[in-house]
């Protein structure tokens, strides 16, 4: 079974409050960029993965912050039977239960605004490098993806297929939710709400779940 925990969100806004004065000369002051954050090595499981039908390409070093790291952890949820997928939208985490005193914590990307899904389902089933079937709401909102309509038969798995190396397909009573945990994440998304509702995940965690 696959639970989410519901979507609390919150904003807040900080004024800025500009004073003038006339002064003879402007002075232009620049700044140099602020320096990239420097994150410790990558561990080698973030590596390229050579054994798949369709090469996965390693994650650049210094691009994926150490608290998205794939992790295994003490089980913050002892309740849940083993096998469930815990995911946390504020902190774009996704736990795994491995047994009632472990679990594994992945960093995801989740929904945009105006896209999220909160929820208990079941994953029904999982699919390697999956077929991307876009549905009818997305080929409304971008009428480009017709041909991978469902009708179309979808856009064939692989190297640029959006759901990546694997997808779980979760169902409700039995019924398509058309929400996915998948692949195919930027290193750069994780932690961001940027998808279509879909939980992405790297492929190298996505083969690992």
């Given at each position: 079974?696959?639970?989410?925990?519901?979507?609390?969100?919150?904003?807040?806004?900080?004024?800025?409050?500009?004073c003038?004065?006339?002064?003879?000369?402007?002075?232009i002051?620049?700044?140099?960029?602020?320096?990239?954050p420097?994150?410790?090595?990558?561990?080698?499981?973030?590596?390229?993965?050579?054994?798949?039908?369709?090469?996965?390409?390693?994650?650049?070093?210094?691009?994926?912050?150490?608290?998205?790291?794939?992790?295994?952890?003490?089980?913050?949820?002892?309740?849940?039977?083993?096998?469930?997928?815990?995911?946390?939208?504020?902190?774009?985490?996704?736990?795994?239960?491995?047994?009632?005193?472990?679990?594994?914590?992945?960093g995801v990307?989740?929904?945009a605004?105006?896209?999220?899904?909160?929820?208990?389902?079941?994953?029904?089933?999982?699919?390697?490098?999956?077929?991307?079937?876009v549905?009818?709401?997305?080929?409304?909102?971008?009428?480009?993806?017709?041909?991978?309509?469902?009708?179309n038969g979808?856009?064939?798995?692989?190297?640029?297929?959006?759901?990546?190396?694997?997808?779980?397909?979760?169902?409700?009573?039995?019924?398509?939710?058309?929400?996915?945990?998948?692949?195919?994440?930027?290193?750069?998304?994780?932690?961001?709400?940027?998808?279509?509702?879909?939980?992405?995940?790297?492929?190298?965690?996505?083969i690992?779940?």
């Amino acid at each position: 079974m696959i639970t989410r925990r519901i979507f609390i969100g919150c904003s807040a806004a900080a004024g800025l409050t500009a004073c003038t004065k006339t002064v003879p000369t402007p002075e232009i002051v620049t700044r140099a960029a602020a320096a990239p954050p420097a994150y410790p090595p990558l561990p080698a499981f973030y590596g390229a993965i050579n054994d798949e039908p369709f090469p996965v390409p390693a994650i650049p070093e210094g691009s994926l912050a150490p608290e998205y790291w794939r992790t295994q952890i003490a089980n913050p949820w002892p309740d849940h039977a083993p096998g469930t997928i815990i995911i946390d939208p504020d902190s774009a985490i996704l736990h795994f239960v491995e047994t009632p005193e472990s679990a594994w914590r992945y960093g995801v990307s989740v929904g945009a605004a105006g896209f999220e899904w909160q929820g208990t389902a079941r994953l029904q089933f999982r699919r390697e490098w999956p077929r991307w079937k876009v549905p009818a709401t997305m080929i409304e909102r971008q009428p480009e993806l017709e041909p991978y309509s469902v009708a179309n038969g979808g856009m064939a798995g692989g190297v640029g297929n959006p759901l990546g190396a694997r997808a779980l397909y979760l169902f409700d009573n039995g019924v398509d939710t058309l929400y996915r945990v998948h692949g195919n994440a930027s290193p750069r998304e994780l932690g961001k709400a940027v998808s279509s509702g879909c939980i992405r995940m790297l492929d190298q965690d996505a083969i690992d779940l």
